[in-house]
């Protein structure tokens, strides 16, 4: 698949670079996709969440009233789940969300969402850049450069680049990671993906081993 590589002027540079079809090009798996972000939002869970039972709470443990003779129903504790202020009965308790997936099908979710994006033409390849200073506005310039001044993108570059980070920062509507960084969730929660030359091959190697 070849794709023209465009500078951040977003100016065709000349340079075509071909995209691997067997990471680019395969039939995406909307399965490996949905288990790898169903993990990915569980791993998010801190699972701190914690209610009170009926041993938990402090109270008299008097018995209310006598068992018998009072017309009304037997009454054991002030702490019991029917009272105000009682214990619950099956409430959350602190746990662990996170489960395990396979890296096979990890990296299948992910090369399926990458694949997506290459067949709804929201791929661009751009040339290595980078900006004298951190400033959004040179940030702003480029993704206008594109036309995805309203689109969500995501711009995925080979290493950490902290004038390019930190110019991209204030604006909610893109995200700046490396390619180690890269995953199905991240992926699919931007409309345009912005991969550069370097990045594209690192992504195509890691896939290969």
Same mark, same amino acid.
């Given at each position: 698949?070849?794709?023209?590589?465009?500078?951040?002027?977003?100016?065709?540079?000349?340079?075509?670079?071909?995209?691997?079809?067997?990471?680019?090009?395969?039939?995406?798996?909307?399965?490996?996709?949905?288990?790898?972000?169903?993990?990915?939002?569980?791993?998010?869970?801190?699972?701190?969440?914690?209610?009170?039972?009926?041993?938990?709470?402090?109270?008299?443990?008097?018995?209310?009233?006598?068992?018998?003779?009072?017309?009304?129903?037997?009454?054991?504790?002030?702490?019991?789940?029917?009272?105000?202020?009682?214990?619950?009965?099956?409430?959350?308790?602190?746990?662990?969300?996170?489960?395990?997936?396979?890296?096979?099908?990890?990296?299948?979710?992910?090369?399926?969402?990458?694949?997506?994006?290459?067949?709804?033409?929201?791929?661009?390849?751009?040339?290595?850049?980078?900006?004298?200073?951190?400033?959004? #506005? *040179?940030?702003?310039?480029?993704?206008? =450069? &594109?036309?995805? %001044?309203?689109?969500? !993108?995501?711009?995925?570059? $080979?290493?950490?680049? #902290? *004038?390019?980070?930190?110019?991209?920062? =204030? &604006?909610?509507? %893109?995200?700046?990671? !490396?390619?180690?960084?890269? $995953?199905?969730?991240?992926?699919?929660?931007?409309?345009?993906?912005?991969?550069?030359?370097? %990045?594209?091959?690192?992504?195509?190697?890691?896939?290969?081993?």
């Amino acid at each position: 698949m070849e794709v023209k590589v465009v500078d951040i002027t977003g100016k065709e540079t000349g340079k075509v670079i071909n995209l691997s079809p067997s990471v680019f090009g395969i039939t995406p798996n909307d399965h490996a996709i949905y288990l790898d972000v169903k993990q990915y939002l569980a791993n998010q869970r801190q699972g701190t969440h914690k209610s009170k039972q009926r041993n938990e709470i402090s109270g008299s443990t008097r018995k209310l009233h006598k068992q018998k003779g009072t017309g009304g129903s037997r009454k054991g504790s002030i702490k019991s789940p029917v009272f105000r202020g009682g214990g619950r009965i099956f409430g959350p308790q602190p746990r662990d969300y996170s489960f395990k997936l396979n890296k096979k099908l990890k990296a299948l979710a992910r090369m399926s969402a990458l694949s997506y994006k290459a067949i709804e033409n929201n791929l661009v390849v751009v040339d290595d850049f980078s900006f004298e200073a951190p400033k959004t #506005k *040179n940030y702003l310039s480029f993704v206008n =450069n &594109l036309n995805f %001044a309203n689109s969500k !993108t995501l711009l995925v570059m $080979s290493e950490q680049n #902290k *004038n390019v980070y930190l110019a991209s920062r =204030n &604006l909610p509507k %893109a995200k700046v990671i !490396t390619a180690s960084e890269l $995953s199905t969730y991240v992926l699919l929660n931007s409309s345009k993906l912005l991969l550069t030359t370097s %990045a594209v091959k690192i992504i195509e190697e890691s896939f290969a081993k």
